[in-house]
DNA sequence: GCTTGACTTGGAGTACACTCTACCATTTAT
DNA sequence: ATAAATGGTAGAGTGTACTCCAAGTCAAGC
């Protein structure tokens, strides 16, 4: 699979796709005698997998770590199982942010909701009001 | 109350919140006849806000935006409203996409976890593997 | 055989959100 | 009264993650 073709399969440009390799955080890919890059089953695993990563904001120096890990082989499981723990719990305090943040989105959205019925803005007693 | 004060109450540098003021993701705050910042109650306010919108990662510019449009008054409730619903969808849309990751990272972590009892890698069937 | 479009690398440039520096003024503690 | 701490501005610098550009190579269609 071409570079082009993956870009156009995941969505991402194929700049992004050659930062990735370049820096690491996905193993180097398949080439063509001419040095052309050529995806196979496996490369496209590892983009999907950055991919997944990247988009839910976690760091791409995480990324090179686990691939780094990964080509040392079966002695840094344990290692690899910590940075996989690490990134997990990461993730689950940013959902806990987001939810927080949700929660005053959505009692604003329906204070603005009543405004735009009623003219004006009313926040109710007591609450942060802004 | 003085920069460092709040600095502390928020666990937040001075230069940050020098900076969401000087970019205006606050509204100006209370100042001694001297210059001298002194936060009131409604700077807080505002304060607070910022800081959870920006933990959520929402745009630094939609929260400059939502400000502009509070100074500028009750004409610009729906806008607010418009403003204020699609950084919800925003953040629903990046807890979908942490919730997949958070998905594939567990499938991941219980594989080495496994992996660290038995010594080696042990993808279950069918799986990706990565 | 030649044009056209896609590919390569290395390196420079950009966007975003801070973060730091220099340098001067003010406030607080001794 | 003075030293130390804190505050102020303007502007430069940093880290992260791309994104773009130049200059050359390669592959497919006419």
Redesign the interface.
């Known amino acids: 699979m071409t570079i082009k073709q993956v870009s156009e399969k995941y969505h991402i440009t194929a700049d992004t796709l050659r930062y990735y390799e370049r820096v690491g955080m996905i193993p180097p890919v398949n080439r063509s005698p001419s040095g052309i890059r050529d995806y196979d089953e496996e490369d496209l695993?590892?983009v999907?997998?950055a991919i997944?990563?990247r988009?839910?904001?976690?760091p791409v120096e995480a990324m090179i770590e686990y691939v780094r890990l990964c080509h040392l082989g079966?002695r840094t499981?344990?290692d690899?199982?910590h940075l996989?723990?690490t990134?997990?719990e990461a993730?689950?305090e940013?959902?806990r942010?987001?939810?927080?943040?949700?929660e005053?989105?959505?009692y604003?959205?329906s204070c603005?909701?009543d405004?735009?019925r009623t003219?004006?803005?009313n926040w109710k007693p007591g609450c942060?009001?802004?």
Do not use: S
């Open positions: 695993k590892w999907e997998l997944c990563m988009k839910a904001g976690l079966d499981i344990p690899r199982l996989l723990e990134q997990r993730l689950l940013q959902r942010q987001i939810d927080k943040t949700l005053r989105l959505n604003k959205v603005y909701e405004a735009v003219g004006h803005l942060c009001k802004r």
